[in-house]
């Protein structure tokens, strides 16, 4: 009985296993396909969610510290959307940490940051 | 000269906590100055005064153009500093017929810092809390003359004492509407033997954007719709250590007026119409009070 019982678990094992290395190898594909889309040199602009900031006269000092930031050849609110841009040299180096210290400088509150690839005139 | 010392004084406090960021016209907000920033603010002060319940049939006018600097010293501490130039002058009627007096010159200097202790900031709104103190500096004239001799204190360009004040202002901004509160108190201190009274101050403003109705792409202008309130109650001033009884008083002002936002400057008007005005004795009654002025965003090099 006990044999029995174990050959009729088999192909449930089989099944998890294939299950698992379907979600591994779309894992890895995944990871692959972003990579392609976005290579790490390509991602120079930085969509940066912006809490707090409700008037023009706020988002003067946003622009401001953002476009410090090592590497930023420029910087642009969308105050509709509650997001900064951040346009950066190619290869520049900037964490998220940086960009968040500079939006808490300017008195407000960083939210999401995302990093897409973008050109010096796309936010113009 | 005691004709002179009935006029209700609060104008000393119109610039005393006053400058700021975007927000309320008359009156202080908690909105930041990011850090390395500066808002530099000239205004222009025009006041009328000329209810007056006396035979003397005071006729009381204030211009004043204080300019203010506001220095982000960090993220939260705001620095604050407020220069008037003001020229005051009162005709009247008395024995001799009607005469005016007049002074012109510095005011006193006001200093006070704001500290952000409380912020929410979230994608459609932002609310803060701040309390504010700071020093009224004696830089301005308070014993200047002219042919009919020295002039009462009251319009004297600076008050010759060393007064303190401190507040507590509240905003709530949205991207289509914001409310602002502050409240405070200016403490004030004797000098030369005369003493201005306390003062207590409580101010609302209500701002409505009505154009863009939309928002559009980058960062478009402003265009506010303002109604403000201003509640000031001040106590009596003190000659040689007697109370004056007819000075001090209540007024509670209600305000209209217009504010135009850009990233880098604001333009802005607002006439303060006086709904309760309870001097103390026969103090002078307010007519109205225009204000005027332009704020500018700069960058600091530091």
């Known amino acids: 009985m006990q044999t029995n019982a174990h050959r009729g678990r088999q192909p449930l094992h089989r099944l998890v296993i294939g299950v698992v290395v ?14 392609a889309q976005a290579p790490a040199g390509d991602r120079n602009q930085a969509v ?38 951040v346009t950066f040299t190619p290869g520049a180096k900037v964490t998220d940490a940086q960009i968040q210290q500079a939006v808490r400088n300017a008195g407000f509150t960083a939210g999401a940051i995302e990093w897409r690839a973008g050109t010096p005139d796309e936010a113009r | 000269m005691k004709v002179g010392v009935l006029i209700v004084p609060a104008i000393l406090l119109s610039w005393s906590a006053r400058p700021a960021h975007a927000g309320p016209i008359t009156f202080l907000t908690a909105l930041p100055v990011a850090s390395s920033q500066a808002v530099v603010r000239g205004q222009y002060f025009l006041i009328r005064a000329t209810d ?4 003397a049939e005071r ?13 982000g010293a960090t993220p939260r ?6 220069v008037p130039i003001v020229t005051k002058s009162i005709a009247l009627t008395t024995p001799i017929g009607r005469i005016t007096r007049e002074t012109t010159g510095l005011g006193d200097i006001v200093t006070f810092a704001r500290y952000t202790v409380y912020a929410v900031d979230m994608e459609e709104s932002t609310f803060r809390i701040a309390p504010f103190g700071g020093i009224k500096m004696p830089t301005g004239d308070s014993g200047g003359s002219d042919a009919l001799g020295v002039v009462p204190r009251p319009l004297q360009p600076g008050s010759g004492s060393w007064d303190g004040l401190g507040g507590l202002a509240v905003p709530y901004q949205t991207k289509q509407w914001e409310l602002d509160a ?8 004797e000098a030369d033997d005369f003493r201005f009274g306390d003062e207590f101050f409580a101010d609302l403003s209500f701002q409505y954007r009505v154009w863009p109705r939309q928002l559009g792409a980058g960062v478009p202008a402003f265009l506010f719709a ?24 209540t007024r509670g002002d209600v305000d ?43 960058a600091l090099p530091f």
Request: aromatic fraction near 6%; proline fraction near 5%.
């Open chain 2, 52 to 55: 007056d319940p006396t035979p």
């Open chain 2, 226 to 249: 303002v109604v403000e309130t201003n509640v000031i109650s001040q106590g009596r001033n003190e000659l040689a250590g007697a109370s004056d009884p007819d000075s001090g008083g």
């Open chain 1, 48 to 85: 940066v969610t912006v809490r707090g900031m409700q008037c023009p006269f706020c988002a003067y000092g946003i622009k401001k510290h953002l476009a410090k930031l090592t590497g930023a050849t420029r910087a642009d609110v969308e105050l509709a959307k509650n997001q900064a841009i």
């Open chain 2, 256 to 298: 209209l007026g217009l504010q135009y936002v850009t990233t880098s400057f604001i333009v802005e008007g607002i006439v303060q119409i006086p709904a309760v005005d309870e001097p103390n004795g026969a103090g002078l009654r307010n007519d109205y009070r225009f204000t005027a002025g332009v704020r500018w965003n700069m």
């Open chain 2, 77 to 82: 501490l705001a620095l604050f500093g407020i």
């Open chain 1, 22 to 35: 379907v979600m591994a190898l779309g894992q890895v594909a995944s990871t692959f396909s972003a990579a």
């Open chain 2, 59 to 71: 006729d009381l006018t204030v211009h004043a153009v204080p300019v203010a600097i506001a220095v």
């Open chain 2, 182 to 189: 502050d409240t405070g108190i200016k403490k004030n201190t």
